[in-house]
Every structure is written in C-alpha cells, then in structure tokens.
C-alpha cells in the first residue's frame, strides 16, 4: 500500500460561521466546489440542544434561495435567553423536487424568518438525515464546535483504497443513504456524469474508516473522491482529489 500524501492533495468540505444577537441567528456557509444550493435544495436548520436531533423536526429550517456558494441568512428569530443551539446544513430532500402531501413531519416555524419565498415551485420536505456540517451556539450567543463532513484517502494499492471520513455526530450512515464516489481528474459531477464507482456506506458510525476494493487504479492519475451526505448524486457534501503512485 502506498500513502497518500495529504498535503498535495486537495481537500473540499463545508464551512459554517455562526452569529447571535439578541433574539436573531445568522448564519454565514461556503459550500464545496460545484455545488448549486437552489437547484440541489439544499437547507438550514437549527435545533434547541446541543446536538443534531436527527428524528426530530428542526425547530426551524429555511431553504437555500440561490445558488451562491457562499453568503449569509437569518435562520432564527426567535432566540430564547439561556438557550443553547446547534445549526445543521443539509444537502437535500425526500423524493423529488415536489412534495404536495401533507405531511407532518414538517417542522411548524416558530420565526418571522420566510422557509421559501420561491413560490414558483412547492416546498419539499427536507432530509433530516442528509446534514453534513453543525455548529453550536451557547446560552451566551457564542458558537464553537464545526464539525463537517470529510472524507480523504489514507493509502491506494493497484485495485484498493483505504478512505477515512467524518460526518456530524449521531449521523448513521447506513440508515441515512450515504455513500462514496470516484471520478476522474479533479471535479466531481453532480448528476453522476463520468461517475467511475458508487459504493454505499454500511457503517453505523458517524466517522470511521472504510476500503473500497477491486478498483483498477492507473498510476500517475489524478481521481476526485467525494463522500455523499444522502441518496442523491446532488447529496455530495466533501470531495479529496490526489494523484496515484508511480508504481
């Protein structure tokens, strides 16, 4: 097995800042490279605690309105004193890109701040599970904590990679419909255009390694892992692009 050097690779993954004031959260994001916020429906949530509740509805969430991959949104406006906070970005939604049924497990908004001003489509029900990047926010309005999803290569054989990853805590894998992805050179494609392997994570922990084996790896090439947050192709949430060994 050869090691793979991180230091000339090149890793991409999400980054939150958060701000209190008063009863108001704001939340500032970069996404990763290629990814359309608007278009994938991408989301921000937050919940009361110190944790993502991953079977709990946020107690607010709002989608992405454009597809900027950075800027800033007020997600809460109703800030309690004493409170503790933790903000979730997820990549995705349930099903397609409508959702008309009722459904109860859409959060009731307890803000002034608008969930979808885009009335030119209907507004889906999000994928609680597909967050991949939290932040917290303590009782005195200061956040701390970023935990994003990533994901990087350890060492590469002829036919094998060893893959390292973190995502959120309480994230389950395997019940969430995360997967990982390789492509070639240093983008990855966000409708699994050129896509060379897929491969579902079957871990029940939030972070951990994993290998991916029989994958015929040409040396002296440039290949762009990424690790998905959800399902869909348009769920990745980081990507590490390295080149093989000369063997």
Excluded at 34 to 63: H, K, M, S
Excluded at 153 to 178: C, D, F, R
Aim: glycine content about 6%.
């Amino acid at each position: 097995m050869n090691t793979v050097d991180s230091s000339k690779s090149i890793t991409n993954s999400m980054t939150l800042a958060v701000a209190a004031e008063d009863n108001l959260i704001n939340v500032d994001y970069t996404t990763i490279p290629g990814n359309q916020p608007y278009r994938y429906y991408n989301w921000i949530g937050i919940w009361e605690g110190t944790q993502v509740l991953w079977d709990a509805c946020p107690q607010n969430y709002i989608f992405v309105e454009n597809n900027n991959p950075s800027d800033a949104l007020p997600v809460y406006e109703s800030r309690a004193p004493n409170m503790n906070y933790i903000v979730g970005y997820g990549t995705g939604i349930i099903g397609d890109h409508h959702c008309n049924e009722p459904d109860d497990s859409k959060p009731k908004s307890k803000t002034t701040v608008k969930k979808n001003s885009d009335k030119s489509r209907d507004e889906p029900v999000i994928n609680r599970g597909s967050v991949c990047a939290t932040m917290q926010i303590d009782a005195k309005g200061k956040s701390s904590n970023l935990l994003a999803t990533s994901v990087r290569v350890l060492s590469t054989s002829n036919s094998v990679l060893i893959l390292q990853y973190q995502t959120p805590a309480g994230n389950v894998p395997k019940s969430n419909g995360n997967w990982v992805g390789i492509w070639p050179g240093s983008t990855v494609s966000y409708d699994g255009k050129n896509n060379l392997y897929k491969e579902d994570v079957r871990s029940d922990f939030s972070e951990g390694q994993l290998s991916i084996e029989n994958f015929p790896i040409t040396v002296s090439t440039t290949y762009t892992v990424a690790y998905a947050t959800g399902p869909k192709w348009s769920d990745i949430a980081s990507t590490f692009t390295f080149t093989s060994a000369a063997y």
